[in-house]
């Protein structure tokens, strides 16, 4: 059969070579629509390296300065302690921490610089984030390598444990294996001229890589321990059968009780919803329904174009078809050697289209804002164009070659 199509190829060389071109064009198209496409959703896909699934964010706001008194701030930090502690007997509340520095999906962010003690001429820039022990439990990070040991986790240990990124240690210690870059030291230099400079940081472990959002790069990040104060962040993490209207019930129970002394409940939000909130914020997701609005027109164009031409091809045969199952080919025969001929045709145009899409990755024409352009990017989103186009060429194919095969061959023929 292989031969036979190659062969009918051939003869109908002058009309195919226009489709040939039309493939070639729309594949190399294609292929650079579906990258785009890539560049969002791959990063998107991406894990952030902790788990915000279930997990709420509390804050606590202080009331203006004109109805507190001295005592209530003299009792604030025990205050503070008791409202902490009383989170932990909620329902639904499985875990409780404090934490502050950069937060994830909005624009609190704090950044420093960390050298390594073999050389002190390099600087990495990281985001800082002090966090309870009990954070890495409510969002479930675990390390790469080394391990979190709570009890040293106080900022009173020296040299004061730290754990980092995947991204920090490879940039800081330059280490092939992670475990080795567990129990060495560093120091921020921007502290060495406080009055009480902190200058060594142990590493306690390598956890994954970190990002802010999902719509952005890998960054380097740095966790230092912090103790609960009122002026943090609470996180809860909250078991699965109580996520749902948890925000409601927990400002409804709880809104009383955190009017005590000089607090009182301000926001109680997912961090599903802060995502939202966030995206919605930057632009972010009004650019990602311009984009995706505009690839999905595209396709559309494609599927018009790609499965008319096909459709239309296949009509004009039908006194072929006719014939072939006159000389005893069975409809699956039939359907087999026009599909096979369209695929073939497909690969055939593959060629070109890859050597284009190639030459245009190699000129760093691609957008890759977000997501690396690796070979296996490439490969990826490639093989995704030509299924597509091979499922529009089927479909193409299969719909009028089915009806030509309810005609009798006599009919067609003498219609021929």
């Known amino acids: 059969m292989w031969r036979q199509v190659l062969h009918q190829l051939w003869n109908q060389r002058r009309a195919n070579a226009w489709l040939w071109a039309e493939l070639a064009v729309v594949t190399t198209l294609l292929w650079y629509g579906v990258d785009l496409v890539y560049n969002y959703e791959g990063a998107a896909w991406q894990p952030k390296g902790y788990d915000t699934d279930g997990v709420f964010d509390l804050t606590v706001g202080a009331k203006p300065l004109e109805v507190i008194g001295d005592a209530d701030n003299r009792r604030a930090g025990e205050d503070f302690a008791y409202l902490y502690n009383l989170l932990r007997d909620y329902p639904g509340v499985e875990e409780v921490c404090a934490y502050y520095g950069s937060i994830p999906y909005s624009d609190e962010t704090q950044f420093e610089g960390y050298s390594p003690h073999s050389d002190s001429t390099r600087v990495v820039d990281c985001y800082i984030r002090y966090v309870t022990a009990s954070y890495f439990r409510v969002f479930r990070l675990k390390p ?12 009173g240990e020296y040299p004061v444990p730290v754990l980092m990124s995947a991204d920090l240690a490879d940039s800081l210690f330059r ?140 009509r004009k045969r039908r006194c072929e078809i006719a014939l072939r199952m006159a000389m005893g080919s069975s409809r699956r025969g039939v359907m087999r050697h026009f599909l096979l001929e369209g695929l073939l045709l497909l690969g055939l145009a593959a060629v070109p289209a890859l050597f284009v899409a190639f030459h245009l990755q190699l000129s760093d024409l691609t957008v890759h804002t977000l997501v690396d352009a690796g070979w296996g990017r490439f490969a990826a989103c490639f093989l995704v164009a030509l299924l597509l186009l091979a499922l529009i060429i089927v479909l193409g194919i299969g719909y009028p070659a089915c009806r030509a095969m309810k005609v009798q061959p006599a009919e067609a023929l003498h219609d021929e």
């Open 175 to 314: 280490e092939r294996n992670r475990a080795d870059a567990v129990g060495k030291t560093c120091f921020n230099p921007y502290w060495l001229k406080a009055p009480k400079p902190v200058t060594n940081y142990r590493v306690m472990g390598v956890l994954p890589r970190h990002k802010l959002d999902d719509y952005q790069r890998y960054e380097p990040f740095i966790y230092l321990p912090a103790q609960p104060l009122f002026w943090q962040h609470i996180a809860l993490r909250v078991a699965p059968e109580h996520v749902a209207g948890f925000a409601e019930r927990f400002r409804r129970d709880m809104q009383p009780v955190f009017d005590r002394g000089i607090f009182y409940l301000d926001a109680v939000r997912s961090y599903a919803d802060m995502k939202q909130a966030y995206d919605v914020q930057q632009g972010t997701t009004n650019y990602l329904n311009t984009v995706y609005a505009v690839a999905a027109f595209f396709l559309f164009n494609v599927f018009l174009c790609v499965f008319a031409t096909f459709c239309y091809r296949t």
């Open 144 to 155: 790469l390598a080394g391990r979190l040991d709570e009890e040293r986790w106080t900022t």
